[in-house]
């Protein structure tokens, strides 16, 4: 059995992974991703400078694969990625992963998540960046 969650603020991801977790967010977005957001609108932090946190209606547990399943393999995942203004996660970036396939269990998982979008202090849809922990238990 596995859990996820959506952590929140920064301090958390920092105070799990704080090198990484810098250097991920350092880096823009790929335009051929796919991301719902517009041209003119960078993904913000969600749950901070007022934009609220994005809420996921649909959050399929990410299957352990054979490879970690016969390593006996446990940890956690941790990735970052933009809920955008459709509520998809697309740019989904790894930060720390135990290995045998889990992150991109996690990564193809959470590409079918939906989510409502963040909303900044007016009420109106932003796209965000959220970093998400994945917990494989065998």
């Not at 880096?27 to 957001?37: D, L, N, W, Y």
């Amino acid at each position: 059995m596995h859990r996820f969650r959506a952590i929140a603020f920064l301090f958390s991801a920092l105070a799990l992974c704080p090198g990484s977790f810098l250097l991920a967010q350092s880096q823009p977005p790929s335009e051929k991703s796919g991301t719902s957001t517009s041209d003119n609108e960078k993904p913000r932090p969600a749950g901070q400078n007022g934009v609220s946190l994005p809420v996921c209606t649909y959050m399929p547990n990410p299957p352990y694969t054979k490879e970690a399943r016969a390593a006996k393999v446990q940890g956690t995942v941790l990735v970052q990625g933009v809920v955008g203004l459709d509520g998809r996660i697309t740019n989904v970036i790894v930060l720390r992963s135990p290995g045998s396939g889990l992150e991109e269990s996690v990564i193809k998982t959470l590409k079918k998540w939906k989510c409502e979008p963040a909303k900044d202090r007016d009420g109106k849809p932003v796209p965000t960046t959220v970093p998400f922990q994945i917990s494989f238990h065998l």
